[in-house]
């Protein structure tokens, strides 16, 4: 459904943001790399009504997506900041903040953090929590996990066997050629009927059809992004010839390229990420129009702080997203997150929460430990 009550406008007098180092608990390897360290861009938008909180979820280099962190530094301090902080003298609904942003092309993320930030400032003042302005209909969501690719099959095993320990109830493994078909069959030989899915973050073309097809055998919930960001036209070639459905993760930048993804027959099942698709309202849009079409959605995580975990706990709440996402506890990657409360695990499931905004507060010693870079854009 769209967004049932808007917010109200605020005022900005400023925008901060700050780059972080946060390091993870493991290191966490796709197709496309290695990352010890997440780098990330926290957004904090002062207006008079009191601050609002929002993240950057661009990573140190463009391998996942063409956005990452220097360029999302670069141009939201040249030209996002200051368009929104000229819209918002005024002040600027949360609603307006992608009209305001449009006219610069791209940097989805980018837009996303701010959109967040200006979102968590005008709920907190209205104290309604994001999840009730999104359109939640749960109180707690499913919890899967994303595992990264280990040193061998064996390795993995170890890793998800401690994840099922935890209470995952869904476990999603990164593959690429060569580490597909093996480790796959490792996870479901050493643990059964698990709810088990793989994401390829586009390593294959459709010349690998049917080393794919060998997937078949394992009953997987689905191949997340096998082929590339504008392949979707191969994937819809390769979903004819798999019985796993596919569904796309990168390829999916808007809810226009989702209404095409699904009108090709591209994909099966979409993952949902607000910051790949430039914000929580552009993300309820693609969900609205998923469900409109029957296809589940899931929502995809980004190695978020407690910021984006939290809202991304309220996204999920959506009656559409009825596969369980990304959205793990926060000790998954950080021994020590930035909000004071972090996100954790309750029976398998991580709450919605209840608080005004994104329903978290900032630690704002855990946020300065971790800050590497800090500038304030005044109008
Ligand atoms: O493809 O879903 C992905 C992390 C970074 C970039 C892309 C992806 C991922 C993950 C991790 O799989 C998801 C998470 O935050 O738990
Ligand atoms: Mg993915």
Sequence with gaps: MPIVRPAAPVRIDAVELRVLHLPLVSPFTTSFGTETVREVIVVRVRTGDGDG????????APLYSSEYTQGAWDVTQRFLAPALLDAAAEGVAPEQVSTVLAPFVGHRMAKAGLELAVLDAALRAAGRPLGEYLGATVDRVPSGVSVGIQRDPSALVDAVGGYLDDGYVRIKIKIKPGRDVA???????AFGAIALQVDANSAYTLEDADTLAE????????????????????????????RTPICLDESIVSAKAARDALALRAAAIINIKAGRV??????????????????????????????????????????????PGDLSASDRFYARDI???????????????????IGVEIDPVALEDATVARVELRR
Aim: glycine letters at 10%.
């Design 339 to 357: 909000v004071r409360e972090p996100i954790v695990l309750d029976d398998g499931h991580v709450r919605v929460p209840t608080a005004p905004g």
């Design 183 to 189: 480790d796959t069959a490792a996870v479901r030989d």
């Design 53 to 60: 909180w929002g993240e950057i979820v661009t990573q140190q």
């Design 278 to 323: 430039g914000g929580y309202l552009e993300a309820v849009r693609v969900h609205d129009l998923c469900r409109e079409a029957g296809v589940p959605v899931w929502c995809g995580g980004m190695l978020e702080t407690g910021i984006g975990r939290a809202a991304n706990a309220a996204l999920a709440a959506l009656p559409g997203f009825t596969l």
């Design 215 to 242: 997937l078949d055998r394992f009953d997987l919930l689905l191949i997340e992004q096998p082929l590339q960001e504008d392949d979707i036209v191969d994937h819809a070639a390769l979903a004819a010839r798999l």
